[in-house]
């Protein structure tokens, strides 16, 4: 029987008596019964090869799925980094329009001067080292002999005075702060009139110093300083600064004070060069204020002449 199945008559056989078989069974109305035999034998591998096919075509549909969403991720992140950029540069310009319009509403104020704009180009208001020798207290602008910038030209804001142009090229300048250690304006004491010389301190400080004022109650806390338009190298009236501290003892001649500057010498970004103005002393107008009598400086005695004889 076995040898019969093995060979290829027997194969044929079997095949023909299985067709035959079927035949019978569908005229005799029987199939269904061998149906259900087959689908209970092959229904689970059938689900088993569904299940593996959706798996496989999950998997296909998820991989699609994490690109589409990371392209969307991308997509939004290209959008915030614009929008970010977009807001900085919308900042940076409302900041510059501010600051322009400042300069322009003073200067239609003061029709007397010729003001010109300038933009920063270096800023070495900062100490460079511990050495005295190494501090440089200037900026640089980006005006120059090309646009008619002289040496000694005070450059101002809008807030106050900053310095004066201490050399010239084709279309740069170097400007001397005000808080140098070189540097010294005169200037004169808002409320009392009172005069003096304004210098920097240098070694880092951002605080001026006001000199050779008279002793007494020349000068107090919170008083404002102004340059004094003595000597004509800068103009009248120019803020410098508010003063903080007074030091005044009996054994001095004169008191000092320290004075902060009104413009922030360390954040600057556009200044004003003053090409013209008209020189004037303030300090000989009328005092606004009852100027407090100095306390009088003691005199040694005249010594005394014996006549010869």
Do not use: C
């Not at 646009?147 to 084709?170: F, H, Q, S, Y």
């Not at 001397?176 to 301190?201: C, E, F, H, K, P």
């Not at 303030?282 to 100095?294: F, G, L, Q, Y």
């Amino acid at each position: 029987m076995f040898d019969l199945l093995r060979s290829r008559v027997g194969v044929v056989f079997l095949l023909l008596l299985i067709v035959i078989l079927g035949i019978v069974l569908r005229f005799t109305g029987n199939m269904g019964v061998v149906e259900d035999a087959t689908f209970g034998v092959f229904s689970p591998v059938q689900e088993l090869l569904i299940d593996v096919t959706n798996g496989v075509t999950n998997l296909f549909g998820g991989f699609q799925s994490v690109n589409e969403l990371r392209a969307q991720v991308k997509q939004l992140q290209d959008q915030l980094n614009q929008s970010t950029l977009d807001r900085v540069r919308v900042r940076e310009l409302e900041s510059e329009n501010a600051e322009l319009r400042a300069q322009l509403e003073y200067k239609q104020a003061n029709p007397d001067y010729l003001l010109s704009g300038a933009t920063i180009l270096e800023n070495r208001a900062r100490v460079l080292g511990q050495d005295p020798s190494a501090l440089a207290n200037f900026i640089v602008i980006d005006q120059g002999r090309a646009d008619n910038v002289a040496v000694g030209m005070p450059i101002i804001t809008p807030a106050g005075l900053v310095g004066r142009v201490t050399e010239v090229g084709t279309h740069w300048a170097r400007v001397q702060l005000i808080n140098d250690s070189s540097s010294s304006v005169n200037a004169v004491v808002q409320s009392s009139r009172a005069t003096g010389i304004i210098q920097g301190q240098g070694r880092g400080s951002d605080l001026l110093i006001m000199r050779f004022l008279p002793l007494g109650e020349a000068v107090q806390e919170g008083d404002v300083i102004l340059t004094s338009g003595i000597s004509g190298t800068f103009p009248k009236r120019i803020v410098i600064g508010q003063v903080v501290q007074v030091n005044q003892r009996d054994t001095d001649l004169f008191t000092e004070a320290l004075v902060r500057p009104s413009v922030d010498l360390q954040r600057l970004e556009y200044v004003l060069v003053m090409k013209r103005f008209t020189p004037t002393d303030i300090t000989a107008e009328e005092t606004p204020t009852p100027a407090p009598s100095p306390t009088a400086t003691r005199r040694a005695p005249a010594p005394t002449v014996t006549p010869t004889q």
